[in-house]
């Protein structure tokens, strides 16, 4: 694991393009982000950085269309990511750190492969899709920082536009991880990578807004999928090496 600046240089960065991802397409901090957090920080540190990001990035993007929420839709998630939230945390507190590795690095390849695909299921429709979906989606964002993709397959499976899925992801992205962060607290940072980690948030999400009038979304969430299936198996091998 690198150390002192060379540390703080590598999270600036992965939170740069993390916020970036984000902003652009509407998913992505976490499944981009977190995997590399977590090899940089330990899965306690990297999980929560990922949260306390993932939340940041998702309130700037909600700040020009909280309007556009539809809080009834909305509830039956929250209300279930609410329920496992401290199941998640209780795991990322208890589970040996290659064991944390192996489980972080297969959710986010299992994720990014049933997104990719765009797995349909009765199961995801409904209130009862959306009680599913924020049940797996809270436990998922405390325990290894990556709850979008149940929220978006919930979405493909409601038939929710893209115009109607980013400011919903975003105001639910805000909540759940308002929630994982209550339960864990904040990470341990030096100054030096609260600055840098700040400025990449800030810089990520102006870059984002700047490519999101000319990157087609299609494009840019299969970039965003691609880039979180390498960390995912690379934090999968990093785990599974540990466990001998």
């Not at 393009?17 to 540190?45: E, M």
């Not at 949260?51 to 990035?57: D, Q, R, V, Y």
């Not at 507190?93 to 299992?110: E, H, K, R, S």
């Amino acid at each position: 694991m690198p150390d002192g600046l060379t540390t703080d240089l590598v999270l600036g960065c992965t939170v740069l393009l993390g916020a970036s991802v984000q902003r652009l397409a509407g998913i992505g901090f976490a499944l981009v982000a977190a995997p590399v957090l977590v090899l940089l920080l330990g899965p306690g540190d990297g999980v929560t950085l990922s949260n306390l990001a993932a939340g940041a990035i998702s309130a700037v993007g909600l700040l020009g269309s909280w309007r556009q929420v539809r809080l009834a839709a909305m509830l039956p998630l929250i209300l279930a990511a609410a329920c496992t939230v401290p199941a998640g945390v209780w795991v990322a507190a208890t589970v040996p750190t290659p064991g944390l590795l192996v489980g972080i690095g297969a959710l986010v390849t299992l994720a990014s492969l049933l997104v990719l695909r765009g797995v349909r299921a009765a199961a995801l429709r409904g209130v009862g899709g959306a009680l599913v979906a924020g049940a797996t989606s809270g436990f998922m964002n405390s325990a290894a920082g990556v709850g979008g993709p149940a929220v978006s397959l919930y979405a493909v499976n409601t038939g929710w536009t893209a115009r109607e899925f980013l400011p919903n992801a975003q105001f639910y992205g805000v909540v759940v991880n308002a929630f994982s962060l209550a339960g864990k607290g904040l990470p341990a940072l030096s100054g030096t990578a609260w600055w840098l980690v700040a400025t990449a948030l800030a810089g990520g999400a102006a870059i984002g807004r700047l490519l999101a009038a000319r990157v087609p979304e299609a494009r840019a969430r299969l970039v965003v999928l691609g880039l979180a299936l390498a960390g995912g198996l690379t934090t999968l091998v990093k785990g599974v090496s540990g466990l001998g």
